[in-house]
């Protein structure tokens, strides 16, 4: 579905990202993981074609070159403050321009959206805000959706919702690819893991080889044994 050939991404001189190469296949449920800093947003934005490599390739097949086929929600709010949900809501649909009406009153029911229908942005939670950020980076009803932290600040109700009827949308096709920090979201959202250090893709491997002790990372790697041997104790 998606192939990265030694893609690379180097800026000031630095480089974020460093010859990755792999597939993302139809109906994945991948986390990249890693430490802060280890260039998981950047290889997400990379797919999802948000910025070019400055080497390597990314390759997609047909599907994926459909128009609003690519979904992204990014890691900061890119919602404005003086608009209501609503309003949101209605803006994003008409600039998406398909016809995705079931879908949107989905997600609507699905996030209760409609219990702060009329408030601004500004007068909402962290949380909230959240699950808006949600509903516009997936508004034209993608298949496949790049989410970057989408649950900090999400409590745990709001959370269990969400992550339902993100898995509801993998059980009907939809690829989901997302970073977190949180082993719940991990356990509950994804089968593949990428696992990233300063801008290396270390190794591929699933959620199970890594919570089941029998992946054996490289010495180098001191900031994922961390994370990971932390998770498992
Ligand atoms: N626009 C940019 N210009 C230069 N360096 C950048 C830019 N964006 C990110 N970086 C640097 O690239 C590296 C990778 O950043 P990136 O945000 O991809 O990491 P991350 O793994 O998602 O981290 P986190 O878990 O903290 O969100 C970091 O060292 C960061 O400081």
Known sequence: MLQLNNVSYRKSKSDLVNSVSAS?????????FGPNGAGKSTLMRLMAGII??????????DLLKAKNAIGYVPQQLALFNNLTVKEHLRFYRKMAGNNTENFINEMIETLQLKNFWNKQIDELSGGMKRKVNLTVGMIQQPEIVFLDEPFVGVDLAAKHDMLNWLNQLNKRGVTIVFVTHDWQVIHQ??????LMESGNLLQETTVDEVVHNR?????TSTALHKMISFHRS
Not at 189 to 194: S, T
């Open 24 to 32: 993302v296949h139809a109906g994945d449920r991948l986390t990249i």
């Open 52 to 61: 070019e490599p400055t080497g390597g390739t990314i390759t997609s097949n």
């Open 189 to 194: 959202l994804a089968d593949k893991m990428w």
């Open 215 to 219: 992946l054996e990372l490289p010495n």
